[in-house]
């Protein structure tokens, strides 16, 4: 069955350092990938999603994700950190042919000190 | 371009009362999807609506959980009777289609005394 992991649940760095939030999943296919962020009582938001090519994916505020097939991961990254970034973020993997089937990780929660 | 909508924002029932949340999708999103976020973990999908016809919905608990989207527009997912461990964050979402990507309503917050 496809899953998708968070290993960390929090994430500490300091304002203007490099961030990187870690996902890894396991399906049998090829996989749609998702980074979505959630603010303080409001919905989930949509950062980037992997469907093919490029493996480094560009997407809102600044992050970017990679996807390593051999690896089976999509880390989410960003160069420098800012406070407002502190949120709670969520991992997410598709089947390509199955789009009934999202399946979320836990999540991991950012906070980025000044 | 407006986004998901959803009311109420928060609800507070007691156990055994039924209670129902509305959702109104990105205009022109043929999909609406119903999950349910429990405090800690990551939205399990309920739901899942192509039109107003109903695409999946394995993941609903049936005996208590029901949902329409007679109109194939908004769509209203009701509990009925509530028990303790139905609170959490119901979220609605929607896409144009069943592959293209989701956005996220604003969620309601429901906590079942």
């Known amino acids: 069955a496809q899953s998708v992991a968070q290993p960390e649940d929090q994430v500490n760095v300091a304002e203007g350092n490099p961030l990187t939030v870690k996902c890894t999943y396991s399906v049998s296919g090829n996989p749609y990938l998702f980074w979505y962020v959630q603010y303080p009582n409001r919905g989930l938001q949509f950062l980037l999603k992997?469907?093919?090519?490029?493996?480094l994916v560009k997407g809102s505020y600044g992050f970017e994700a990679e996807f390593n097939k051999s690896q089976t991961s999509f880390h989410l990254k960003k160069p420098s950190a800012l406070v407002s970034d502190s949120a709670l973020y969520f991992c997410?993997?598709?089947?390509?042919?199955?789009?009934?089937?999202?399946?979320f990780g836990a999540g991991t929660r950012l906070t980025v000190k000044p | 371009e407006a986004g998901v909508a959803q009311s109420p924002r928060y609800k507070i029932i007691e156990k055994r009362q039924s209670v129902a949340f509305w959702c109104n999708p990105i205009s022109g999103h043929a999909t609406l999807y119903w999950y349910q976020q429990i405090l800690g973990q990551g939205p399990k999908l309920l739901i899942q609506f192509q039109n107003n016809g109903v695409v999946d919905d394995s993941q609903l608990p049936k005996d208590r959980f029901s949902a329409e989207r007679l109109k194939g527009v908004d769509s209203t997912l009701k509990i009925q009777p509530a028990k303790l461990e139905d609170s959490a964050v119901y979220l609605c979402?929607?896409?144009?289609?069943?592959?293209?990507?989701?956005?996220f309503g604003p969620g309601t917050r429901l906590t079942v005394l």
């Open positions: 997410a993997v598709r089947l390509s042919y199955n789009n009934n089937d999202m399946r």
């Open positions: 992997y469907i093919t090519g490029d493996n």
């Open positions: 979402a929607s896409s144009l289609g069943g592959e293209d990507t989701q956005y």
